[in-house]
């Protein structure tokens, strides 16, 4: 199910039930992995989606799901109403997403200088020799660097001038969604701020929408306006950013915010989280509610039948037991938990 | 300067921007230059391997006799005769050891680079191939490539030079032969690896065929390693095709050739051993620089620019 939360902007991006499972060896046992199972979200154009959850939760082969270096095994993903899945991309899904990668060092191919890398899509796209350069320059400046850095290396450049100039060629083609995969999780603190307020500037100038990956939640609260929570492959909880961080529905999300690190002395007390359970194998997922073996609230129903998607709140969905109306207790989970 | 007081926020960025840029681009290639100059062993080696290529190709102007035909009334004349115009000495027919070690160097040299070239771009196009394909396509070039490395590389340009029967382009086949295996192994585990990296992905996304995600993306960065591994095959080379000749099975007389130079002169190995051994010292000579200029070059590349 879909929460469908603003209905004024029209949606840019349609992912339903998307499923993507990795078939690998384990020695001489062929098996499955389930990466990503059965997610559906919807995202406003102009908005940004933030996608937060433990590594190994399927949030980048999510992404590459949405943009199409995966495809997907069931479901299907709608950009701007156009859908696709995988294989050759058209000419006009690739100028509609483009994506901006994890690690700024493997991300720009050593040999080429600035201006070829971000020039590379252009030429693909068969753009007039004279256009990419003045194109590359109008770029490189928008992601704030001098238009003369597209003659040099990415040898010669900092963590932060490589994000901002793999920023630069996923904006070449003016995408209008953008999948942002832990884009930011690989700067020093410092940088990440600029990075982080480069990102919201372009947003605003070049009219983008946003998928906002990240397992940093203080970062996916100040970028996102609504924030999908996945576990294990599913979506958990989805629901207005501010919403979330001020009261999460689903145990995971508790434990989640829990694990925020704090400076305040008097809060250390609190933060002693009791999970330290390991994160089940997506070889071999429990049954039921994927999180059970882990959730401090499980009951016998969790075990037997997947919980789906509950709109518990207005413009709020959890995927939990505990908030059907039929198993559930909605009071327990909001005091102290006896079990 | 009396403006440096009223310059604005702007005026005072626009300089900082200039001072950050006036640092010139450097390619990869500039630094790999600038490093390998630093190594003060390779530098030496590749000049003498300049030296020794020089001499070889210009052999004809520097040196007054015919590499093929001699006075046997000289023949066998020790090293340093320097009073009858030999400071080699002579052959067993007489003929000017300097001369025929000149020409000797254009077929051996010949028979090092041109099968290094061929197993280079042969090898690399099977290795980046099945490295890209995988499945089973990939899977079957590379147990091919298998079945020819598991035989000793000696062995199996015997094996192959004898079949094909004696003779320098046959020489030159065998080598290619038994280099294509190794080159496309490296050529295969650097494309695995590559092609998993974000900027290929990127390249990806950005609509780009195969092809040229090959050519833009992969090739540039496989070949260095192939680069590598390849400058210190042409030593080996050189020597394979110089035990091939020796072996009967490369060059075919009177044409000079160090390997077989070598064979013919074995006899008189306790008449003159200092002109015997010079066909040995030459061929050491080269694939001793070739593969310190390739250990140069090797750490020159070595430089976790990514």
Redesign the interface.
């Known amino acids: 199910m879909t929460i469908d939360a603003s209905t004024d902007a029209p949606p840019i991006l349609e992912i339903d039930g998307v499923t993507k499972t990795f078939r690998a060896r384990l020695g001489l046992r062929r098996v499955k992995i389930s990466a990503v199972d059965n997610v559906s979200l919807t995202v406003q154009a102009g908005s940004t989606l933030g996608i937060v959850g433990e590594s190994g939760c399927g949030k980048s082969t999510l992404a590459r799901v949405i943009v199409g270096l995966h495809k997907a095994d069931g479901g299907s993903v709608r950009l701007a109403g156009t859908g696709f899945n995988g294989g050759k991309r058209s000419r006009e899904i690739v100028e509609h997403t483009q994506m901006v990668f994890q690690d700024p060092y493997s991300a720009l191919n050593p040999r080429a200088s600035v201006g070829e890398s971000i020039g590379f899509p252009l030429r693909v796209q068969h753009v007039p020799k004279e256009e990419i350069a003045t194109r590359v320059a109008k770029v490189l400046e928008d992601v704030g660097m001098h238009p003369n850095y597209s003659t040099h290396y990415p040898h010669q450049l900092s963590g932060g001038q490589r994000q901002r100039v793999n920023i630069a060629r996923a904006l070449v083609l003016r995408p209008k969604l953008v999948v942002l995969d832990e884009a930011v999780s690989a700067l020093d603190k410092s940088i990440q701020a600029q990075i982080v307020n480069l990102l919201l500037d372009l947003q605003t100038a070049y009219q983008l929408t946003y998928v906002f990956i990240s397992h940093d939640l203080n970062v996916v609260e100040y970028m996102s306006d609504k924030v999908a929570v996945m576990y294990l492959g599913q979506v958990v909880e989805l629901c207005d950013a501010a919403a979330l961080y001020e009261s999460p529905l689903h145990p995971y999300t508790q434990m989640l915010l829990t694990s925020i690190p704090t400076l305040d002395p008097t809060q250390r007390a609190a933060q002693e989280t009791p999970d330290n359970a390991e994160i089940p194998s997506p070889l071999n997922p429990p049954s039921g509610c994927r999180f059970r073996t882990r959730c401090p609230f499980a009951m016998d129903i969790c075990a037997e039948q997947a919980p789906t998607m509950i709109t518990a709140r207005p413009d709020h969905g959890v995927s939990c037991h505990l908030f059907d109306p039929d198993h559930g207790d909605p009071a327990r989970i909001s005091t102290e938990g006896t079990r | 300067m009396t403006e440096g007081a009223t310059l604005t926020a702007a005026e005072l960025r626009e300089r900082w921007?200039q001072n950050?840029?006036s640092?010139p681009?450097?390619?990869?290639w500039s630094?790999v230059r600038r490093r390998f100059l630093r190594n003060k062993l390779g530098v030496v080696a590749l000049a003498v391997l300049i030296l020794i290529v020089a001499a070889a190709v210009f052999a004809p102007w520097l040196s007054p006799y015919d590499p093929l035909i001699g006075k046997p009334a000289d023949r066998l004349e020790n090293i340093f005769s320097f009073s009858s115009g030999h400071p080699l000495g002579t052959d067993e027919q007489g003929r000017d050891m300097l001369t025929r070690v000149l020409y000797g160097g254009r077929l051996s040299l010949l028979a090092g680079f041109v099968p290094t070239l061929v197993a280079g771009v042969i090898g690399t196009i099977i290795g980046t191939w099945a490295g890209l394909v995988r499945g089973a396509v990939g899977a079957i070039l590379m147990r091919a490539m298998d079945m020819l490395y598991a035989f000793p590389a000696i062995l199996l340009a015997i094996a192959v030079g004898a079949s094909l029967g004696p003779g320098l382009t046959n020489t030159i086949i065998a080598v290619s032969i038994v280099f294509i295996p190794p080159v496309s192994r490296i050529a295969e585990s650097e494309t695995r690896k590559i092609v998993t990296?974000?900027?290929v992905?990127?390249?990806?996304?950005?609509?780009?065929s195969r092809i040229?995600i090959l050519r833009?993306?992969l090739l540039?960065?496989v070949l260095n390693e192939i680069i590598v591994y390849s400058s210190g095959l042409v030593g080996v080379a050189m020597i394979i095709a110089a035990s091939l000749s020796f072996l009967g099975l490369g060059s075919r007389p009177p044409t000079p050739e160090w390997g077989y130079m070598l064979e013919s002169l074995q006899g008189d190995i306790y008449v003159v051993p200092a002109v015997v051994a010079i066909p040995g010292l030459f061929i050491f000579l080269t694939s001793v620089t070739f593969n310190t200029a390739s250990d140069a070059l090797r750490e020159a590349m070595d430089?976790r620019?990514?």
């Open positions: 921007y950050e840029i640092v681009p450097i390619s990869y630094v990296a974000e900027y992905e990127a390249a990806r996304l950005s609509g780009a040229r833009t993306q540039p960065n430089t620019l990514s």
